[in-house]
């Protein structure tokens, strides 16, 4: 069971990457699929999430407008599409595999990518 993530990087401000996290292990259809994300000195937090068809997706509000989240459940892989980063967009990328079985929430949680925006 994992999920590995890829596609992060150094980009300039204004710049775009896009996020893959490769999903195995597990029956991906099943998890609801996140992206947080934690700077230094910062609690991790919320940056997008999708239900399990893709259906409905939601945002931090920082990043409306600018980040899509979206999976191909053919591949078990969902992805963040960043675009118009700033400096404050700079973290640690975490995917996140969550599912409700009975009255609790399980998570899995793949490594983490560094995405840092900067000159």
């Known amino acids: 069971v994992q999920l590995v993530e890829s596609g992060g990087g150094l980009v300039q401000p204004g710049g775009s990457l896009r996020l893959s996290c490769a999903a195995s292990?597990?029956?991906?259809?099943?998890?609801?699929m996140s992206w947080f994300r934690q700077a230094p000195g910062k609690e991790r937090e919320l940056v997008a999430a999708s239900t399990r068809s893709g259906g409905s997706t939601n945002y931090t509000d920082s990043v409306k407008g600018r980040f899509t989240i979206s999976r191909d459940n053919a591949e078990n892989t969902v992805y963040l599409q960043m675009n118009s980063l700033k400096p404050e967009d700079t973290a640690v990328y975490f995917c996140?595999?969550?599912?409700?079985?009975?009255?609790?929430?399980?998570?899995?949680w793949g490594q983490g990518t560094q995405v840092t925006v900067s000159t």
């Open positions: 996140n595999a969550r599912i409700r079985i009975w009255v609790k929430w399980y998570d899995l």
């Open positions: 292990g597990f029956t991906f259809t099943n998890y609801d």
